[in-house]
Each structure stands twice: as structure tokens, then as C-alpha cells.
């Protein structure tokens, strides 16, 4: 495997009482793609919020490229590379297409330039032609590609997309899985979560799978396709 | 009323219309993207008075004495948010506001020790302090004409802020979704800081700009936090405009109703707001 982007180690995360990690581990290379699967509420959310600074891990530890941010605020994990489409896409409705973007524009944390507002209006056509508008007039896929074309303008190392699918009309649905595809063939690392295990395990190098806060399941995408045993055992589908 | 004495009172409108707003704007901010009920935001209207007056002894220049208030004021206002703000945003608005009336008791008691308890007075910037006649014996004074224009040029920066530039973005986005704007990679803790100082050193200035015409006085943030509460909710909460709106509605309203109903004066502010209120619940401008 590459040079080492996160990695998570031990995570247990509570809410509350409830213990909703077990002792995750999760690591991530450089560009690498990794899907995060399980059946709802199984603790993927919470991994995700637990690695971007969103929500305390009781134990363990979180480094990204070596370095301790398992007590850093979300923010600077951020600054260090690691964008987050949130599940329900997180966009600003009283900015415009064009402040949603430009808010939070700036070169990555190794200094990288490369998506400027024109490239991500290449990438996202759509987007283009509704500048003006405000963020909550944009239809659900449209929506979903500002959360996502802000992300990059960030200029990540990772990409964390929490149900980027969830709730849009296949063929949508069809366009941001095309989108993601480019983002991966960018070389920035990407983490998956969705409920299209397919479209998920056609993109990604790797899976895991996540059942009561404890992965159960590792291995190559690959290697998934071939399993129709763990897929009934753990995905129920 | 005649044509003279009707626009002199339009003036004194838009005059003390355009200062409410200087401090209700600073209100509705802290409460819009802060959530923040801040009961002390009228003592920072008084501290901007004293400072006027202790500043303007000191360095002997009105205009001067402004801009070291504001820098005053700035401090203050970060010091505070660091101090104790900052423990308040995932509070109950309750906490919020036993703590901001607490700040409030504070205050007082610093001005009692720091300035006494008379009545002061903060001369009019001598190239300013003479009136242009509107007719043979009445006429206008030409620093009150200066007030409102250096209010509304502060309006306009305002606007300026919060909608052009990227800080004014990410200050709007902070008001909706706090999480996703920490996951950009801002630091929301210091846009509150920024935020919470820009709002103090508003009311502070308007408490400085306003010194020379109304006299300087224990008590005197209080009167101004209800009328410039009356001014978010009327405008919405939240709203720059709608408090810009609000602010110049009530300056009209105040100022007329004590020259055309004296009798029920003290009250036609609040009749304002009741009928707005039945008329927009959440407000001219705010979002229902």
C-alpha cells in the first residue's frame, strides 16, 4: 500500500450511554478508495464524524499522515486535508451557488492548486449555469454536487462521502457516481459510503464492513463480488 | 406643521433612526449567526459614551478620541467573548441571559467606580458645531447631519461585509449549519470572536457618535437595549436589513409621535411593534 493517509486505531465512540464503536480500526493510503458499508445504524456515520473531529472517540487514536489529530478540532482536520459530504449534503441555502463555493476555497494542505472554481465548474456543468441562484433553490442532485464540487475546492487529500446517492432519481444518481469515478482517477483518496454496494464496490479498492461498531468484514473490492455469502450475512442484500 | 419644522423632524428621524441601528444591527447579529440573547449589548453603548467622554479629555480631539474607542472597544469585545461568551453557545437562552444580566450589573458597578455617578457631556467637534438656517429662525446643526452620514456609510460597510467578502460568507453560513463550516476548515470559535467584537465595537461606536448630542449617564444603555430589541424583533431576527428598516420605523415613529401625539408618546414605539408583529410574527425580514 501507498504512503499512509489516516489511520484510525481502537475507536470507541459513545453517544451517550450507547457504545457506538468497538474498537475500529480503518486505514487509509494516498489516493486510495475505501467503501464503508453495513446496514443502518452500525456506526458508519460516527466513524466518519469520529475521524473529522465532529464527534470525541472515548479510546483510541486517529493520525493523519503520522500525525496525532485525534484531539485536534474539526477544523484543523480539515486544514489537513480531509473533506466531508455530509449525509443530507450540508449545503448553505442562503448563499448563492457561487459563495457556497468560493466560501471555503483554498490551496490543500501540501499547497496543491489544482481545483480552482473553473475546474469544478467543468466538472459540474450544471452548477455553472445556476451561479446566481441560492443554495436551496438547486434540486437534490444538484445540491449534491455543490456539497461536493465545495469539498474539492478545498483541495483535499481525501474525500468523505457520507450517502452521496441517498435519495436521487438513478440517473442523477448515475451522473455523481461519474463524478466521483473522475475524483478518484484525481489521485485524491476517497471513502464511500452508500446503499448501492455495486456502484460503491465498482469504484473502490477496497471494503469494509461495519456491523454493531465493529468491522467484520476487510477485504479487496475484488474479492467482495465474489462473496454473495458475506454480502447476505452482513448487508442483507 | 410646517414645511421647516416637518423636515427638521425628519432629520432628527433618520438621525436617531440610523443610531438605533448602529446598535441593534450588532444585536441582531450576535443573535442570528450566535444564537446568543445578549442582555449587555446596551452597556456597550454606554461604555462607547464614557469612552467618548474620557477620550475626548484626554487627547482633545473628538474624531481621534472616536478611533481610540473603537480599538477600546474591539479589545473589549474579545476579551469578553474569550472570557465568557464562548461558554454560552450550546446553553440554554435562560443562562444566556442570567449571565448577560449579570454582565450587565458588572458594568454599571465599573462605571459607578470608574466615572461616578453624574451627568457628563461630550462637546460638539468645534468644525462641526454650527447650523445651517433653514428659515429665519430655525435651523439645523451641521455635526447632527455629519452623525447620519457617518451612520450610513457604516451601514454600507456593513452590507459591504457581510455580502461581498468571504468572511460576510462564511458568517452567513456559520448562522445555519455551524458543523459543516467547521468541516470546511474555518475556525468558527475565532469567526465568533470576530463576530461578537464587530458588535460591540458597533455599539460602542453609536454610544461615541452620539455622545455630543445626548449627555452622558448612568442607565443610559438600558433605555437603548429595549428600543433596539424592539428593533431586531420588529426587523427580524436576525436581519441586517430588517434592522436598518426597523430602526429607521422606529426613529420616525418616536420622534413624530412626541410632536404630533405627546400624550401616548412613551407608547407608540410599542404600538409600532405590536402591529408589525401581528401583521409578520417573525418580523419584516425574518424567516418564519
Known amino acids: ?237 | 406643521m410646517d414645511t421647516a419644522i416637518f423636515f427638521i423632524q425628519v432629520l432628527n428621524s433618520v438621525q436617531y433612526g440610523l443610531l438605533l441601528f448602529l446598535v441593534a444591527s450588532g444585536l441582531t447579529l450576535i443573535f442570528g449567526i450566535m444564537g446568543i440573547i445578549n442582555l449587555a449589548h446596551g452597556s456597550f453603548y454606554m461604555i462607547g459614551a464614557y469612552l467618548a467622554f474620557s477620550l475626548t479629555g484626554l487627547i482633545g480631539d473628538f474624531w481621534l478620541a472616536l478611533a481610540a474607542g473603537v480599538v477600546v472597544a474591539v479589545l473589549i469585545g474579545l476579551a469578553l467573548e474569550w472570557l465568557v461568551i464562548r461558554f454560552l453557545y450550546d446553553r440554554d437562552h435562560l443562562y444566556q441571559v442570567l449571565l448577560t444580566y449579570g454582565l450587565i450589573l458588572i458594568f454599571e458597578e465599573c462605571r459607578s467606580l470608574l466615572w461616578g455617578d453624574d451627568v457628563h457631556g461630550v462637546p460638539v467637534p468645534p468644525a462641526l458645531d454650527f447650523s445651517i438656517p433653514l428659515t429665519e429662525n430655525l435651523s439645523y446643526q451641521v455635526f447632527r447631519v455629519a452623525m447620519s452620514a457617518i451612520c450610513l456609510a457604516l451601514a454600507a460597510g456593513m452590507y459591504w461585509l457581510i455580502q461581498k467578502t468571504r468572511l460576510g460568507m462564511m458568517i452567513r453560513a456559520g448562522s445555519v449549519n455551524r458543523e459543516m463550516v467547521q468541516s470546511l476548515g474555518i475556525n468558527i470559535g475565532l469567526l465568533y470572536r470576530v463576530v461578537f467584537a464587530l458588535g460591540v465595537a458597533l455599539a460602542a461606536f453609536a454610544g461615541m457618535l452620539g455622545s455630543p448630542v445626548s449627555s452622558v449617564f448612568p442607565g443610559m444603555g438600558n433605555q437603548v437595549l429595549i428600543v433596539s430589541f424592539v428593533v431586531v424583533v420588529i426587523g427580524g431576527i436576525g436581519s441586517v436589513k430588517g434592522a436598518l428598516v426597523a430602526a429607521l420605523a422606529i426613529g420616525f415613529a418616536d420622534t413624530f409621535g412626541k410632536v404630533l401625539l405627546p400624550q401616548i408618546a412613551g407608547m407608540v414605539v410599542y404600538l409600532l411593534m405590536a402591529a408589525i408583529l401581528l401583521w409578520r410574527p417573525q418580523g419584516i425580514f425574518g424567516k418564519a
Open chain 1, 1 to 237: 500500500m501507498s504512503e499512509l493517509l489516516v489511520e484510525a486505531t481502537g475507536l470507541h465512540t459513545y453517544y451517550g450511554s450507547s457504545h457506538v464503536l468497538r474498537g475500529v480500526d480503518l486505514r487509509i493510503g494516498c489516493g486510495e478508495s475505501i467503501g464503508l458499508m453495513g446496514r443502518n445504524g452500525m456506526g458508519k456515520t460516527t466513524l466518519l464524524r469520529t475521524i473529522i473531529g465532529l464527534v470525541r472517540s472515548r479510546e483510541g487514536r486517529v493520525r493523519i499522515r503520522g500525525r496525532d489529530a485525534t484531539r485536534e478540532a474539526a477544523h484543523r482536520i480539515a486544514r489537513m486535508g480531509v473533506a466531508y459530504v455530509p449525509e443530507g449534503r450540508g449545503i448553505f441555502p442562503n448563499l448563492s451557488v457561487h459563495e457556497n463555493l468560493i466560501m471555503a476555497a483554498r490551496p490543500g494542505s501540501e499547497g496543491r492548486r489544482d481545483w480552482t472554481l473553473e475546474r469544478v465548474l467543468e466538472t459540474f456543468p450544471r452548477l455553472a449555469e445556476r451561479m446566481r441562484h441560492g443554495g436551496g433553490q438547486l434540486s437534490g442532485g444538484e445540491q449534491q454536487m455543490l456539497t461536493i464540487g465545495r469539498a474539492l475546492m478545498t483541495n483535499p487529500e481525501l474525500l468523505i462521502l457520507d450517502e452521496a446517492t441517498e435519495g436521487l432519481a438513478p440517473k442523477i444518481a448515475r451522473e455523481i457516481w461519474t463524478i466521483v469515478r473522475k475524483v478518484r482517477e484525481s489521485g485524491i483518496a476517497t471513502v464511500i459510503v452508500d446503499k448501492n454496494f455495486a456502484a460503491v464496490n465498482s469504484i473502490t479498492d477496497r471494503n469494509l464492513i461495519l456491523v454493531k461498531g465493529e468491522v467484520v468484514y476487510e477485504g479487496p473490492a475484488a474479492e467482495l463480488r465474489e462473496r454473495p455469502d458475506v454480502h447476505q450475512r452482513y448487508l442483507g442484500v
